[in-house]
């Protein structure tokens, strides 16, 4: 299958770029700055330049793309409009598939982060969350799924991780953290297999 990747010069982004690489997939890497992927080349991989502002050129970045999945994000105090123009970009290329990263304990999971972290988190995120949510929105109404993930730490696999339906995820009493690595093989495996629907997953442990 021929994957495209947003967000494909983040921490994140890197990893799906290579485990779909490592899974058989072409690639298509969409990236505001191709320079940042010059270490990763392949004979599979295509890196395509590309702005969700100026997103006219999106269409033949994924022309015959099976799946799209992206870790699109923004930094800390950085444009959260980025993540709305995201995903006003992708949902108008209508592919088969795309699998959009989010954050367990906002929009859909509201509340699942726990007692103890929903209010920090509504607190660090405070003005990301309405940006998230929209984009979120955005895509399941194009048929995407997302995907929540807790905190992200490591990037090396773990294993113990499988995406359930968020109705039926069950917050354990520690909110959790799962490895970048493990958030990019589950990503790229729902890209091929289309478990979900236009619905919200969630990592969660084995």
Same mark, same amino acid.
């Given at each position: 299958?021929?994957?495209?990747? @947003?967000?494909?010069?983040?921490?994140?982004?890197?990893?799906?770029?290579?485990? +779909?690489?490592?899974?058989?997939?072409?690639?298509?890497?969409?990236?505001?700055?191709?320079?940042?992927?010059?270490? @990763?080349?392949?004979?599979?991989?295509?890196?395509?330049?590309?702005?969700?502002?100026?997103?006219?050129?999106?269409?033949?970045?994924?022309?015959?793309?099976?799946?799209?999945?992206?870790?699109?994000?923004?930094?800390?105090?950085?444009?959260?409009? *980025?993540?709305? +123009?995201?995903?006003?970009?992708?949902?108008?290329?209508?592919?088969?598939?795309?699998?959009?990263?989010?954050? @367990?304990?906002?929009?859909?999971?509201?509340?699942?982060?726990?007692?103890?972290?929903?209010? @920090?988190?509504?607190?660090?995120?405070?003005?990301?969350?309405?940006?998230?949510?929209?984009?979120?929105?955005?895509?399941?109404?194009?048929?995407? *799924?997302?995907?929540?993930?807790?905190?992200?730490?490591?990037?090396?696999?773990?294993?113990?991780?499988?995406?359930?339906?968020?109705?039926?995820?069950?917050?354990?009493?520690?909110?959790?953290?799962?490895?970048?690595?493990?958030?990019?093989?589950?990503?790229?495996?729902?890209?091929?297999?289309?478990?979900?629907?236009?619905?919200?997953?969630?990592?969660?442990?084995?």
């Amino acid at each position: 299958m021929k994957i495209a990747v @947003l967000g494909s010069t983040g921490k994140t982004g890197r990893l799906l770029v290579s485990e +779909a690489l490592r899974q058989g997939h072409d690639v298509v890497a969409i990236a505001r700055t191709p320079a940042k992927l010059v270490d @990763l080349e392949h004979e599979r991989l295509t890196v395509i330049a590309a702005d969700v502002f100026a997103p006219a050129g999106f269409a033949a970045a994924t022309q015959d793309a099976g799946a799209l999945v992206s870790a699109l994000g923004t930094a800390r105090g950085g444009d959260v409009t *980025t993540l709305t +123009a995201g995903a006003d970009a992708v949902a108008a290329l209508r592919l088969p598939k795309v699998v959009w990263l989010g954050s @367990l304990g906002l929009g859909a999971t509201g509340g699942s982060a726990g007692p103890l972290f929903t209010p @920090l988190f509504n607190l660090v995120l405070r003005k990301e969350i309405p940006a998230k949510t929209a984009a979120e929105n955005t895509i399941r109404a194009a048929g995407g *799924t997302v995907v929540h993930a807790p905190i992200l730490g490591g990037n090396e696999p773990k294993g113990t991780f499988e995406l359930v339906p968020a109705a039926t995820y069950r917050p354990p009493l520690m909110f959790p953290t799962i490895t970048r690595a493990d958030v990019a093989a589950l990503m790229i495996e729902e890209a091929a297999k289309s478990r979900f629907g236009n619905e919200t997953a969630v990592f969660a442990r084995r």
